[in-house]
């Protein structure tokens, strides 16, 4: 009798803490959910694409369509930065035929994208190539705004030459600019894909994690010259206070 007794407390027990834990569940996957369409990057870069963010358990489903193939890679790892994320199951597809690869149109799509998330350039950058060479228009802030977006263009895979016929903007008043804080998940997803977009970096195994702001670098570097770039790079990103490279040289 008394061991009946017990195995009913424990399954009574039991179902309670199921119940208890039913609505934590549902408060974390519905947090994760939110976090990633209030994210920097989904407000900003994804904000035209359909995406839909499903949770389970930590388990998140992307599923939708993108305009563009980095868009699809920028979801993924923003949302694996969120606290809670298990895992990432990226269902997204490409609206269209996507570019093929080292192709012109490919070309300028990586070179859009790279200057879009550095601070330092204007995301409103012309680009058009043409075999490989890649001529830039627009309006640059200074000289050495200019010059940045040529050694950025030329470091891109695929680009042969840069062609910068950008203006030199005469600014009389200082703008204002109203900068918003960006969350560490969409940092740490530009900073990966800055890096892999690249030339000079993208072939580096780098780990990148980041609080508050504060970017850390881990991994690998084939000589100090990588390393070095890859602090370069990933402290012109968008949001970014700072950057600790911890990588290692081979």
Do not use: C
């Not at 208890?20 to 904000?47: G, N, Q």
């Not at 780990?207 to 990933?234: I, P, R």
């Amino acid at each position: 009798m008394k061991k009946m007794y017990r195995l009913v407390v424990m399954m009574v027990a039991a179902v309670a803490l199921l119940a208890l834990s039913m609505p934590v569940y549902a408060s974390k996957d519905s947090r994760i959910e939110s976090s990633a369409k209030k994210s920097h990057v989904f407000m900003t870069y994804l904000k035209a694409d359909d995406i839909t963010i499903q949770s389970k358990d930590g388990a998140v489903t992307l599923t939708g369509t993108v305009s563009e193939e980095s868009h699809k890679s920028l979801a993924q790892e923003t949302v694996a930065g969120l606290p809670g994320v298990k895992s990432v199951d990226n269902r997204l597809e490409v609206k269209g035929t996507p570019p093929a690869m080292n192709s012109d149109a490919w070309i300028s799509t990586k070179v859009k994208t790279m200057l879009l998330f550095h601070r330092s350039v204007s995301a409103m950058t012309e680009v058009n190539t043409t075999d490989g060479i890649v001529t830039l228009q627009g309006k640059a802030t200074s000289q050495a705004q200019k010059d940045l977006t040529t050694e950025y263009a030329k470091d891109v895979e695929g680009v042969k030459d840069v062609k910068n016929e950008m203006t030199i903007a005469k600014t009389s008043k200082k703008t204002q600019t109203v900068s918003r804080k960006v969350d560490d998940a969409s940092i740490t997803a530009l900073v990966k894909m800055t890096l892999l977009y690249h030339r000079s970096t993208s072939a580096l195994n780098t780990k990148v994690t980041t609080s508050n702001g504060v970017v850390t670098l881990s991994g690998k570097a084939s000589n100090a010259a990588e390393k070095d770039l890859a602090t370069k790079f990933a402290k012109d990103v968008n949001g970014v206070k700072s950057v600790k490279n911890r990588m290692t040289i081979e």
